[in-house]
């Protein structure tokens, strides 16, 4: 089960944060700098969709990071990989497997990265969404800590602490966007008609 406090990891004072968009990275980064650890944002999402949607979350991200004085890293975007990544599932309901399957992807990828710059710990705001199984997250982010070895999973409830609030205070802040669905066009689906 998900810590319900905000724990540091004993000796991480870096880490990788896999961030999907800046409203739900926003407050984890207020509350990791406060609190000793410095993170650097891998903005990885190629499940969203169209790509004038992903443009503008990537942007918002990366001029949050740059305002704080963050490194703040793009990942490749290649939805048709992603889509065959996760073929057979696009009628799987929200929280289902293609999600499921989502998390894995983007989650491994995070960990190679954390590696690659010789970071110990990643950890993601995905575990900040109430639109999101907090359960799933955790699965994803264990089976990524296990395919790269040497690299841990930071496992948090990143809507605890006050966190949630804050995120909303500093949305308005920050004038963020602030997207209607997960980012994928299954779950556009879901929450609006397709244009």
């Not at 690299?151 to 209607?180: A, C």
Request: charged share 25%.
């Amino acid at each position: 089960m998900k810590k319900e406090t905000i724990v540091v990891p004993e000796g991480c004072n870096e880490v990788l944060l896999h961030a999907c968009c800046a409203p739900c990275s926003s407050a984890i980064v207020e509350w990791m700098l406060t609190n000793g650890v410095r993170p650097t944002i891998f903005y990885y999402n190629p499940n969203i969709f169209p790509r004038e949607e992903y443009e503008i979350r990537k942007n918002e991200s990366k001029r949050h990071a740059e305002s704080l004085g963050l490194t703040w890293i793009d990942g490749d975007y290649n939805h048709e990989q992603w889509r065959q990544d996760v073929c057979g599932l696009e009628n799987e309901p929200e929280r289902g497997k293609r999600c499921e399957q989502c998390f894995i992807l983007r989650l491994t990828v995070a960990a190679r990265k954390a590696k690659e710059l010789g970071l110990q710990y990643f950890t993601t705001t995905l575990a900040s969404s109430r639109w999101k199984s907090l359960e799933q997250i955790e699965q994803a982010g264990h089976l990524a800590e296990q395919a790269v070895e040497g690299i841990t999973f930071w496992d948090q409830n990143w809507r605890k602490g006050g966190l949630q609030e804050r995120r909303n205070q500093l949305l308005k802040e920050f004038d963020f966007y602030n997207q209607q669905y997960c980012g994928c066009e299954f779950s556009q689906r879901q929450f609006q008609p397709l244009k």
